[in-house]
C-alpha cells in the first residue's frame, strides 16, 4: 500500500471497483425456466451504473484499513464485506437522490440514476442493490458465528436504527429549526451508522476482542460525525464541479447544518476535535493502525 492517504485511498478504491461487477453477479436469472438475459438487461445496467459510478470508497477502505489494524490485511473474505457495504451505500444515494427524497440531478458529477434512467428504475435499483449485499454475505466462507455478527451489524446500520432512522429524521427536519442534539442524532444514523458499520463488519470477521471492537467503534462513532460536518462545511466552502453534486443544496433546501447552528468556524472547530477524538481512540493500536488514523486526517481535509 502507498504511504501517504491519497495513495492508500487509491489503492482501495481501484481494488474494490475492479471487484464490484463481478460481486453484483447480474445477467441470467436461476429463477426462470425460460428466456434470456436481455429481459433484465435495463436494470442491471441501471445497477452497475449506480454501483460503479466512482466516489471515494471511504466505506470499502474501512473495511480494509480496520482488516490491517487487527493485523490481518489478507483474511480471506474482505472484498465480500467492501462489497457489501458499498452497495448498501449505493442504494441509499439512489434512493436519497430521488424526487420524493432530496430529489437532486447530480452525483459524482454525473446524472443521478432517475435522471439518467428513470425514477421507476431507481426506485427498483435501490431494492436490487440492498437484496444483493446481503445474498453476498450470505457467501462469506468460514466461521458461521462471525458471518451471523457480520450481517448483523450490516443490517443494524442501514436498517430503522441506523442509516434509513436517519433519513426519516432529515426529512422531517426541513423548514423547522432543531437543536444541536437532534442534529447529531440525525447524522449519527443517516451517515456514521455505515461507516461505524463498516467498522464492526471487518472487526468481527477478524475476530477482534470486545474491547477492540469498542475501540474501533469509538473511533467511528467520531469519524462518522466529522464526515458530515466536513459535508456541511464543503456545501458552502466548495464548488459543484469539484463536489461532483449541486453545491449550496443543503441551504437551498432549508436543511439543518453544522455552519448554521455553529457558524462556519464553529464547524471547523467541532469536525477538529471529532478529528482529535478519533486519533486518541486509536492510541492502544500500533503503526498497524496507521491508514485508520490517515482515514481520519483525510476526512476532515477533503475537499469533495
Not at 149 to 166: D, F, K
Not at 168 to 189: E, G, R, S
Amino acid at each position: 500500500m502507498s504511504d501517504s492517504v491519497d495513495g492508500y485511498l487509491q489503492d482501495c478504491k481501484t481494488h474494490i471497483e475492479q471487484r464490484l461487477p463481478d460481486l453484483f453477479l447480474s445477467g441470467e436469472s436461476e429463477f426462470a425456466t425460460g428466456g434470456d438475459a436481455s429481459a433484465l438487461a435495463r436494470l442491471n445496467e441501471a445497477c452497475l451504473y449506480s454501483l460503479t459510478n466512482g466516489g471515494k470508497r471511504v466505506r470499502a477502505t474501512l473495511v480494509y484499513a480496520t482488516a490491517a489494524a487487527l493485523r490481518q490485511p489478507q483474511r480471506e473474505g474482505l472484498d465480500y464485506l467492501a462489497g457489501a457495504v458499498e452497495m448498501l451505500h449505493a442504494y441509499s444515494l439512489v434512493h436519497d437522490d430521488l424526487p420524493a427524497m432530496d430529489d437532486d440531478d447530480l452525483r459524482r458529477g454525473k446524472p443521478t440514476c432517475h435522471i439518467a434512467f428513470d425514477e421507476a428504475t431507481a426506485i427498483l435499483v435501490g431494492d436490487a442493490l440492498q437484496c444483493r449485499a446481503f445474498e453476498l454475505l450470505t457467501e462469506l466462507q468460514g466461521d458461521p458465528a462471525r458471518q451471523v455478527a457480520v450481517i448483523s451489524a450490516l443490517a443494524a446500520a442501514a436498517g430503522p436504527r441506523g442509516m434509513v432512522g436517519g433519513q426519516a429524521i432529515d426529512l422531517a427536519a426541513v423548514n423547522t429549526q432543531v437543536d444541536l442534539a437532534t442534529l447529531k442524532q440525525m447524522h449519527q444514523l443517516k451517515t456514521g451508522a455505515l461507516i461505524r458499520g463498516a467498522i464492526l463488519m471487518a472487526a468481527h470477521w477478524c475476530g477482534a476482542s470486545l474491547a477492540q471492537r469498542r475501540t474501533l467503534d469509538n473511533y467511528g462513532l467520531a469519524i462518522g460525525l466529522a464526515f458530515q460536518v466536513q459535508d456541511d462545511i464543503l456545501d458552502i466552502e466548495s464548488h459543484t464541479d469539484v463536489l461532483g453534486k449541486t453545491q449550496g443544496a443543503d441551504l437551498a433546501r432549508n436543511k439543518p447544518t453544522y455552519p448554521a447552528l455553529l457558524s462556519l468556524e464553529g464547524a471547523k472547530a467541532m469536525a477538529d476535535n471529532l478529528h482529535q477524538y478519533a486519533i486518541g481512540a486509536l492510541a492502544e493500536f500500533g503503526r498497524e493502525a496507521d491508514p485508520l488514523r490517515k482515514l481520519a486526517d483525510y476526512i476532515v481535509a477533503r475537499t469533495h
